[in-house]
Nanobody
Framework: QVQLVESGGGLVQPGGSLRLSCAASGMIFRRNPMGWYRRAPGKQRELVADITSGGSTNYADSAKGRFTISRDNAKNTVYLQMNSLKPEDTAVYYC?????????WGQGTQVTVSS
């Protein structure tokens, strides 16, 4: 059974940084493209960034230039470095496969950007 465990969220002031981690188990991690998604209050879940098995990356316009996705296949972990955070980045962040996420999501990690 695939398990995704996100961590690293918290409360940060505008302009601050956070690094999110997602540990995956129960699958051959290195073969799967992975993504970071987020769900803001009152909004649908959206894909923020994704990374292929080979390390190629894509970003939503809202994340370009501020977020960096990376992966460590030896640790079965995908990361999201978030810099220059804005209040509109406030959301619960999740990792999952791309382009077709698993039905089962992790618990997510809350990111709150506020002064």
């Amino acid at each position: 059974q695939v398990q995704l465990v996100e961590s690293g969220g918290g409360l940060v002031q505008p302009g601050g940084s956070l690094r999110l981690s997602c540990a995956a188990s129960g699958m051959i991690f290195r073969r799967n493209p992975m993504g970071w998604y987020r769900r803001a209050p009152g909004k649908q879940r959206e894909l923020v960034a994704d990374i292929t098995s080979g390390g190629s990356t894509n970003y939503a316009d809202s994340a370009k230039g501020r977020f960096t996705i990376s992966r460590d296949n030896a640790k079965n972990t995908v990361y999201l470095q978030m810099n220059s955070l804005k209040p509109e980045d406030t959301a619960v962040y999740y990792c999952n496969l791309v382009p077709s996420p698993l039905r089962s999501w992790g618990q997510g990690t809350q990111v709150t950007v506020s002064s």
